[in-house]
């Protein structure tokens, strides 16, 4: 079956510009978490929904950062007005407790 | 809180030879532990876990791990590396589920297998 999924794989965007970043997660799984992983380091934690609940989001950096996962599947997280800071790669997880199905990541620069 | 160490930020072996790959972790309460192997500009692939049991966790390509409580470690251990191991490798820990499930990595490993 298919895995998680994301979209886009890559993106440039402008200091000031606002991106999305879409995650597909595996079909039935309750769980979805969003990771982000600078370079040279290991992922960190952003937020965590459980359906369509956001019941942790204690790891996004800043205001600018907004999940949503409105229908209980796919989830797009979303910065806005974008610092150079915010390049690294964004990673979605999907989960069958307790195992955490990892996508690919979408890899953001910022200039 | 719950917190990660991995020893070494870079591992370099000649191929054929054993590797151990060390983790540390801190936490108050019960966790589960993961290790986890990211190819250059991949997602992360689950290469073992420790939930409760048996303290020596067998996982894929001939890797395995042990949990020791009393050192609060559980380090990658393979018998004899191959060239296509090379890739980084993250341990992490995480809570017992629901909202507590979220993957605390450590830093990672870098390994690098040599002809």
């Known amino acids: 079956g298919a895995g998680v999924s994301q979209s886009p794989r890559y993106k440039v965007a402008k200091r000031g510009q606002d991106v999305a970043l879409r995650c597909d997660p595996i079909?039935?799984?309750?769980?979805l978490f969003w990771y982000q992983q600078a370079l040279g380091q290991g992922p960190e934690f952003l937020t965590y929904?459980?359906?369509?609940?956001?019941?942790?989001k204690s790891g996004l950096p800043s205001d600018r950062f907004f999940a949503e996962r409105p229908e209980g599947s796919v989830s797009t997280l979303k910065i806005q007005r974008t610092q150079q800071e915010d390049s690294a790669v964004y990673l979605c997880?999907?989960?069958?407790?307790?195992?955490?199905?990892f996508g690919p990541g979408t890899r953001l620069l910022v200039l | 809180a719950q917190s990660v160490t991995q020893l070494d930020s870079q591992v370099p072996v000649f191929e054929e030879a054993p590797v151990e790959l060390r983790c540390n972790y801190s936490?108050?309460?019960?966790?589960?532990l993961f290790w986890y192997v990211q190819y250059p500009n991949q997602g992360l692939q689950l290469l073992l876990k420790y939930l409760s049991g048996s303290t020596l966790v067998k996982g894929i390509n001939g890797f395995e791990a042990e949990f020791n409580k009393s050192q609060t470690s559980f380090h990658l251990r393979k018998p004899s590396v191959h060239i296509s191991d090379t890739a980084e490798y993250f341990c992490a820990v995480s809570g017992l589920g629901g909202s507590q499930g979220n993957l605390i990595f450590g830093k990672g490993t870098k390994l690098s297998v040599k002809p």
């Open positions: 936490s108050s309460v019960s966790v589960y």
């Open positions: 929904f459980q359906n369509e609940a956001q019941l942790d």
């Open positions: 997880a999907s989960s069958l407790e307790p195992r955490q199905y």
């Open positions: 079909s039935g799984h309750v769980s």
